[in-house]
T-cell receptor, first 113, second 114 residues
Framework: AQSVTQPDIHITVSEGASLELRCNYS??????LFWYVQSPGQGLQLLLK??????LVQGIKGFEAEFKRSQSSFNLRKPSVHWSDAAEYFC???????????FGKGTRLHILP | NAGVTQTPKFRVLKTGQSMTLLCAQD?????MYWYRQDPGMGLRLIHY???????AKGEVPDGYNVSRLKKQNFLLGLESAAPSQTSVYFC?????????????FGPGTRLTVL
């Protein structure tokens, strides 16, 4: 069965610094990958998704993610974080046989002023 | 468009009480989902529906029942609440299978069972 691992429970970065959130998946074939963001007290919002093609995908709010098949990874990046990026970030995976997706346990991002 | 709405936003129950959480979407989506979110556990799928009149079990279905009598509504029921069901519950919907389509989430219902 497919699974998603987000190794970092909490990450703290300074405002203006670069960010990379890690995500590793387990699935035998090509997965469909997503990053969602959850602001405090809110539901989840899709940042970006990867289905096929270019392995570097652009999302909303200046985020991007790179699919690396050899490393089974789909890491999320942003060159310069803003205080408003403080939130919890979830990586998720689906397969072409599923009606549902599997979420990782999340990484909470803290921003230092 | 309101998107996905959930009722109520907060609820406190005593052990053994029952309640129903209502999820409504106005996007004409076929698929709807109920998740629970607990600290350090991420989101876990309780039940889902791929269309009006259909339901299916997710990862953690025990103690919950669901119904999808109308396409726009997805109800989650707790027949006899237990403290282990204290959680934040999220409803989501998508146009078709989540493999290809974004899930849209409601704002959540915070449930406490004493």
């Amino acid at each position: 069965a497919q699974s998603v691992t987000q190794p970092d429970i909490h990450i703290t970065v300074s405002e203006g610094a670069s960010l990379e959130l890690r995500c590793n998946y387990s699935y035998g074939a090509t997965p469909y990958l997503f990053w969602y963001v959850q602001s405090p007290g809110q539901g989840l919002q899709l940042l970006l998704k990867y289905f096929s093609g270019d392995t570097l995908v652009q999302g909303i709010k200046g985020f991007e993610a790179e699919f690396k098949r050899s490393q089974s990874s789909f890491n999320l990046r942003k060159p310069s974080v803003h205080w408003s990026d403080a939130a919890e970030y979830f990586c998720a995976v689906a397969t072409n046989r599923d009606d549902k997706i599997i979420f990782g346990k999340g990484t909470r991002l803290h921003i230092l002023p | 468009n309101a998107g996905v709405t959930q009722t109520p936003k907060f609820r406190v129950l005593k052990t053994g009480q029952s309640m129903t959480l209502l999820c409504a979407q106005d996007m004409n989506h076929e698929y709807m989902y109920w998740y629970r979110q607990d600290p350090g556990m991420g989101l876990r799928l309780i039940h889902y529906s791929v269309g009006e009149g259909t339901t299916a079990k997710g990862e953690v279905p025990d103690g919950y029942n669901v119904s999808r009598l109308k396409k726009q509504n997805f109800l989650l029921g707790l027949e006899s609440a237990a403290p282990s069901q204290t959680s934040v519950y999220f409803c989501a919907s998508s146009y078709r299978a989540s493999t290809y389509n974004e899930q849209f989430f409601g704002p959540g219902t915070r449930l406490t069972v004493l």
